[in-house]
């Protein structure tokens, strides 16, 4: 203010006198307070006296945190030259959000419009566009299918091939998505528009990747992983779906080697006893203590195993002994980690027993199955057969059973990276909208695993590791080739891709150009608010704050909103199998972009599902056809030489000042909704306005005014311009076409 003050009293002083031009220059007016920095310019254009000792006052109120909620402005508080186009305050009370968007040099033609200007000119929309992990294997098993009904294989084309097939596809396909997102009316800087495997965005992925494998955070190592037989690639923790399958407890009974008796113990697997190295007991465990250090023949196998004690064993359940198969379980795997057990993988890539197996060789899992519990029986190995619906883990693209085992694949070791971005959302740095997915958050986040990054892939970031294999030496690098430091022979790169989610962290600055320090990056971030849906927390949201606080040393964005999936009308999610999706395309062309755009918001809460129903599309439209009809019975009922100034009557009638006032209240309420991110409360209150008040009462009242002729009827069609011109700025955000 004290730099200022000065010259805006100068300024005034040019005005007063009559020295003030046009072009009078450019006076930078800058605030800073508690609530965030924001600025103005005042550019090209004079001030109009009363309005300099308004902009003063408003500066010097927010300084002192002391502006009311309400500002009332005596006259013009600037024209010209603003962000966006004219600056206009009328003789009315302005909500604190007015101002403050003044302050920050947005558009505002009138204190009304302020839903309008902090929600489309107050944020920088980037368009960024990626292919997520579920995408990345549609567009696999898309292109395996096309070329099958070619009579070739990805093997018959090879990786060069492949790819070149998976890049026309994507030049085919994939502006399809923007073309979607622009029809429904999305106003996003679409220059800025990205695709994950952009050049930039791989730059960025390969430094991050050497930046965490210098500092010891990646590694590669052979640990029990998702392995999907189907897509033939391993997935993380977060990428398995748990549903509820009907099974059963087949209950076993294991030889003591010494012949002095048996182990008896439950599984759900009995195909995996073929992996089987151990059983275990609790070293608590009284009925036991006598067993441990002793051995067991493996059925059907022959295998001497051993028994160990571990507390991992949960006396309560079942008989209290369990068979441990580190190759098939990953709490097996830890087990057999404690007791250094040998790890025998009993199946193939596809869940086929392998070759070591030859009366089970070639069997697919769940037919072995059969097999082996039918040996059982005939060994006398089978005590009892038990229901038991159990938890089963699904690969989240195709739905088929996860295999648990053992392979060579990268990590990141997650424990440390997380505990900066689990701090993030714990002090409120970060908050989560609605506040109860936080919960979510924090449980995947406070139990956190070592993240496997390797896909089994051709399409994807290639992970930037090379081999010697002459040597044996590895080297990882951001060039896109490597030579061996022992030997000088060119290596060998990785055949695997990155999940695409590591791709995915880092795109709130990945896009912005990291890692160069860049004009963009320094601006943007951190960005406001990510709106996301609540089934991809665990993939996405966690992983970009735990990048964003890793390498920019700053939280991503402050807010994240939630929002819910749309069902269809039974509740029922959306699927190809049950072919009750809904094509938004098709249903624009039958009713309408605003119509749809418009049933989405209406009754939508943040994180809240909501279904999808023709007849609230329906509704939708039929609002728009009352809004476009309102309209034209303005403009009809409008002489030919009526101009809109934008002022109200000085003259006020009764009916007169219920609307504004109504109105008023409406902008203010909208605003404050939307601040906190309620869309179907502000699109409630703008149609119960819109419908009721202007249309029903108001267009009503003002008929006979229109039809008596004279000034109550310039006084009436005067407010209903002045009216439907704010209520189509309020409206805009959702309707933006119509409006």
């Known amino acids: 203010?004290?730099?200022?003050?000065?010259?805006?009293?100068?300024?005034?002083?040019?005005?007063?006198?009559?020295?003030?031009s046009a072009q009078s220059g450019k006076i930078g007016v800058s605030w800073a307070s508690s609530s965030g920095e924001a600025s103005a310019l005042l550019n090209d254009n004079y001030l109009a006296a009363d309005g300099i000792e308004n902009v003063i006052r408003v500066l010097e109120e927010i300084e002192n945190d002391k502006l009311p909620d309400l500002v009332f402005f005596e006259g013009a508080a600037c024209t010209g030259g603003c962000v966006g186009g004219p600056l206009t305050f009328e003789n009315t009370y302005v909500a604190r959000g007015a101002v403050r968007a003044l302050m920050r040099g947005c558009d505002i033609t009138h204190p009304d419009e302020r839903v309008r200007t902090s929600y489309l000119t107050k944020y920088n929309l980037l368009a960024d566009k990626h292919i997520s992990a579920n995408s990345a294997m549609r567009l696999d098993d898309d292109i395996v299918e096309a070329m099958r009904k070619e009579g070739i294989t990805k093997d018959d084309i090879g990786r060069e091939g492949f790819l070149k097939r998976a890049w026309e596809w994507k030049d085919k396909y994939g502006s399809r998505i923007i073309s979607q997102l622009k029809k429904m009316g999305s106003s996003c800087d679409w220059s800025r528009?990205?695709?994950?495997?952009?050049?930039?965005?791989?730059?960025?992925?390969?430094?991050?990747?050497?930046?965490?494998?210098?500092?010891?955070?990646?590694?590669r190592g052979e640990r029990i992983i998702n392995w999907c037989p189907h897509c033939l690639t391993s997935i993380s923790n977060a990428e398995v779906e748990y549903e509820d399958q009907a099974g059963h407890f087949w209950h076993l009974r294991y030889p003591l080697t010494d012949?002095?008796?048996?182990?008896?113990?439950?599984?759900t697997r009995p195909e995996t006893l073929l992996g089987d190295t151990a059983v275990a007991v609790n070293p608590k465990d009284e009925r036991y203590k006598e067993y441990i250090g002793k051995t067991v023949t493996l059925p059907l196998v022959g295998r001497e195993i051993p028994v160990v004690a571990d507390a991992y064993v949960d006396m309560e359940f079942g008989t209290g002994v369990v068979k441990i198969t580190p190759a098939h379980d990953p709490n097996d795997f830890e087990v057999g980690v404690r007791h250094n057990l040998p790890i025998i993988n009993v199946m193939t890539d596809d869940a086929k027993i392998v070759d070591d197996y030859p009366k089970y060789a070639g069997m697919d899992r769940f037919e072995a199955r059969k097999a082996i519990v039918a040996d059982l029986e005939a060994g006398g190995y089978l005590v009892k057969i038990e229901e038991h619906e159990h938890n089963v883990g699904t690969c989240y693209r195709c739905g088929t059973t996860i295999e648990p085992r053992v392979s060579l694949q990268w990590f990141v070791k997650m424990a440390d990276l997380a505990k900066p971005a689990i701090e993030a959302v714990r002090s409120g740095d970060i908050k989560f909208v609605p506040e109860r997915f936080d919960k979510n958050y924090f449980n995947w986040m406070e139990d956190i695993r070592d993240w496997c990054i390797s896909r089994q892939l051709w399409w994807g970031h290639r992970i930037p590791a090379f081999y010697c294999d002459d040597c044996g030496e590895t080297v990882v690098t951001k060039e896109d080739k490597a030579y061996c430091p022992k030997c000088g022979k060119e290596m060998r790169q990785d055949p695997d891709t990155l999940d695409t989610w590591f791709s995915s962290a880092l795109w709130p600055f990945s896009t912005l150009g990291f890692p160069e320090k860049t004009a963009d990056l320094d601006y943007f971030y951190p960005t406001s608010t990510l709106v996301t849906g609540y089934d991809i927390i665990t993939f996405w949201?966690?992983?970009?704050?735990?990048?964003g606080m890793e390498h920019m040393h700053k939280k991503p964005f402050d807010t994240v909103l939630i929002h819910g999936l749309?069902?269809?009308?039974?509740?029922?999610?959306?699927?190809?199998?049950?072919?009750?999706?809904?094509?938004?395309?098709?249903?624009?062309?039958?009713?309408?972009?605003?119509?749809?755009?418009?049933?989405?918001?209406?009754?939508?809460?943040?994180?809240?599902?909501?279904?999808?129903?023709?007849?609230?599309?329906?509704?939708?439209?039929?609002?728009?056809?009352?809004?476009?009809?309102a309209t034209r019975f303005i403009m009809m009922n409008l002489p030919?030489?009526?101009?809109?100034?934008?002022?109200?009557?000085?003259?006020?009638?009764?009916e007169d000042k219920w609307l504004v006032s109504k109105l008023n209240k409406l902008a203010k309420e909208v605003n404050d909704n939307l601040e906190k991110f309620e869309l179907g409360v502000a699109v409630s209150k703008l149609y119960d306005f819109i419908w009721d008040v202007y249309c029903d009462w108001y267009?009503?009242?003002?008929?006979?005014?229109?039809?008596?002729?004279?000034?109550?009827?310039?006084?009436a069609q005067t407010i209903l311009v002045w009216a439907i011109i704010r209520i189509l700025k309020l409206l805009h955000p959702f309707m933006p076409f119509i409006t």
Request: hydrophobic letters at 35%.
């Open 1 to 20: 203010i004290s730099e200022v003050y000065p010259k805006l009293l100068k300024h005034m002083h040019a005005e007063l006198t009559g020295e003030a």
């Open 541 to 547: 949201v966690s992983r970009m704050i735990v990048a």
């Open 640 to 654: 030919d030489d009526f101009e809109v100034t934008g002022n109200l009557p000085e003259h006020l009638e009764l």
């Open 699 to 715: 267009i009503e009242l003002t008929k006979p005014r229109i039809n008596a002729g004279g000034k109550t009827a310039e006084s």
């Open 259 to 267: 012949g002095s008796g048996w182990l008896q113990l439950a599984t």
């Open 566 to 629: 749309v069902r269809d009308s039974q509740g029922r999610k959306m699927s190809k199998s049950l072919g009750n999706g809904i094509d938004p395309l098709e249903v624009i062309d039958q009713y309408g972009a605003d119509a749809l755009r418009f049933m989405l918001a209406s009754g939508n809460s943040p994180g809240n599902d909501m279904r999808y129903s023709d007849e609230k599309v329906k509704a939708s439209r039929n609002f728009a056809n009352k809004l476009w009809n």
């Open 193 to 219: 528009e990205r695709f994950t495997l952009d050049e930039g965005c791989s730059k960025a992925v390969k430094e991050v990747f050497c930046k965490y494998y210098d500092k010891g955070l990646i590694y």
